[in-house]
């Protein structure tokens, strides 16, 4: 997994800004229709407050569609809400419509086998995502894959209710979690990874022994990792 080092959040946030925009001009120039899977979490605020500043004309966005890698079960209005987060940092500002949410409000098994109903039907199994967008937790979570929960390891779904148990979730809850079978086959995968309290994941992520940390189930074909300085402290120099 190759890794970019940039200054700071900010500029994490304007690289990938920057790439996405390529990526999505170059696909839907060659198919018409560009597929994003976005992550939750706090991290993707700044590219979102970035792609609103740089305006709605800055990308073709009547042709994106917007999926999400995870959610957590409550409803859009709840603050923990990833789409809430979303709908108030850029589906609001950018008046964004082409969107597949994960239905947190739903019985979790519902509403896991009907997003992957959807997905597999738009995207093909494996789904096709032109770009996935993902976040990693100080213990090395990526969506909604905690260490130890079964997700991990579960090999014929895409879209899973996972029952997890983590500090990091706020302790014993279900997320709606795509598989890492979900995204193995998207054509790019971004991990955008900042600050010092994911240094150490992020160093066992790339250096590591495989097998230890979620984040290491993430497999495709063009996955790299924008990185802040705080978060590469402990990378070796190369
Ligand atoms: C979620 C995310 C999760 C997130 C990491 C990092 O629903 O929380 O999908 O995987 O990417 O927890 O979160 P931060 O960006 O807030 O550090």
Redesign the pocket.
């Known amino acids: 997994m190759k890794h970019q080092i940039f200054a700071d959040p900010e500029a994490v946030a304007a690289a990938a800004a920057d790439e996405l925009i390529e990526l999505a001009s170059d696909a839907i120039a060659e198919r018409g229709v560009f597929h994003i899977a976005l992550?939750?979490?706090?991290?993707?605020k700044r590219l979102f407050d970035v792609l609103v500043t740089r305006g709605r004309d800055a990308l073709p966005w009547d042709s994106i569609d917007l999926w999400w890698?995870?959610?957590?079960t409550v409803p859009p209005e709840h603050p923990d809400s990833?789409y809430g987060m979303a709908r108030q940092h850029l589906l609001e500002p950018l008046g964004l419509t082409r969107v597949h949410r994960l239905a947190g409000e739903q019985d979790p098994a519902v509403a896991a086998a009907s997003y992957e109903q959807a997905l597999l039907s738009a995207l093909g199994a494996p789904p096709v995502f032109d770009l996935v967008l993902?976040?990693?937790?100080k213990d090395g979570?990526?969506?909604?894959l905690f260490p130890g929960s079964p997700a991990l390891t579960d090999p014929d779904r895409f879209v899973v209710a996972n029952p997890v148990d983590s500090p990091?979730a706020g302790g014993r809850t279900t997320?709606l979690t795509l598989t890492p079978a979900a995204i193995m086959a998207a054509r790019h995968t971004r991990f955008l990874i900042t600050?010092s309290d994911?240094a150490d994941a992020l160093a066992g992520v790339l250096h590591g022994p495989p097998g230890r940390f979620p984040a290491q189930l993430v497999t495709g074909v063009d996955i790299r990792c924008f990185v802040d300085q705080a978060a590469a402290m402990r990378l070796e120099v190369t």
């Open positions: 992550s939750g979490g706090s991290t993707p890698s995870d959610e957590r990833n993902l976040g990693m937790g979570h990526t969506m909604s990091l997320r600050g994911k």
